[in-house]
């Protein structure tokens, strides 16, 4: 199966400090997608890219987030200033089969103290 | 909203036994998917299920769908202990610009198996 990879696995940082988490999406794939899901809750939906632009995003993507593709195969999600409820899981995506389904990556475990 | 629910929130079976877990959702779909998600890991596509289809096999995977009822289940049949995570339903909606299918996430179900 195809591979989405994500680093860091985990990242802990202190409130009101930038993060940025880093992903590696299956290649010749335009779309990719963002989530996060916080400890015992459902994954939510933050941001769509495509074609270097963000193509949907959610009430959760607000002003402190951003995403970037700063080469041809890595895309970055930033958070400005982190705030405790940031803590969370993140997981990136790449499109599936068909387009109907994604490819997600392991994940970055982001704590914020 | 297209929010699947999936019920229940937690079943605990033992190795052998089969296990089914419930998801309900809102409006109408185009299809329904499974994805399964182990302790502190991403999500894993198991299984989509067409809205002009009832039901669907992957190995001991047994999808229904009733769209008269907005239901679906997951059956695992003859669990193992290796089927012990989280499972998910979504229902992807189409968003009006660029196309994009993005999946909307219930809860999830999380299955402990016994060995």
């Known amino acids: 199966e195809p591979e989405v990879t994500q680093t860091p696995s985990h990242q802990v940082t202190q409130m009101g400090q930038e993060v940025i988490l880093r992903c590696v999406p299956i290649?010749?794939?335009?779309?990719f997608y963002w989530y996060r899901q916080i400890l015992g809750q459902k994954v939510e939906f933050l941001v769509s890219?495509?074609?270097?632009?963000?193509?949907?995003k959610s009430e959760i993507f607000d002003d402190q987030f951003s995403v970037e593709r700063p080469d041809g195969s890595n895309f970055t999600l930033k958070i400005r200033s982190t705030k405790l409820e940031d803590s969370a899981m993140y997981f990136c995506?790449?499109?599936?089969?068909?387009?109907?389904?994604?490819?997600f990556g392991p994940g970055t475990r982001l704590t914020v103290l | 909203s297209q929010q699947g629910e999936e019920d229940p929130q937690a079943l605990s079976i033992q190795e052998g036994e089969n296990a089914t877990m419930n998801c309900s959702y809102k409006?109408?779909?185009?299809?329904l998917q499974w994805y399964r998600q182990n302790s502190g890991r991403g999500l894993v596509h198991l299984i989509l299920?067409?809205?002009?289809?009832r039901e669907k096999h992957s190995g001991r995977l047994r999808v229904t769908l009733d769209t008269s009822k907005k239901s679906s289940s997951l059956l695992i049949t003859a669990s193992r202990a290796a089927d012990t995570a989280s499972y998910f339903c979504?229902?992807?909606?189409?968003?009006?610009?660029?196309?994009?299918?993005?999946?909307?996430f219930g809860r999830g179900t999380s299955l402990i198996v016994h060995p």
């Open positions: 995506a790449s499109p599936g089969p068909g387009a109907d389904t994604q490819y």
């Open positions: 290649s010749n794939h335009l779309y």
């Open positions: 890219f495509y074609n270097n632009e963000i193509s949907e």
């Open positions: 409006t109408s779909i185009n299809n």
């Open positions: 299920i067409r809205s002009n289809e």
């Open positions: 979504a229902t992807p909606p189409l968003f009006a610009s660029g196309g994009s299918y993005i999946p909307t």
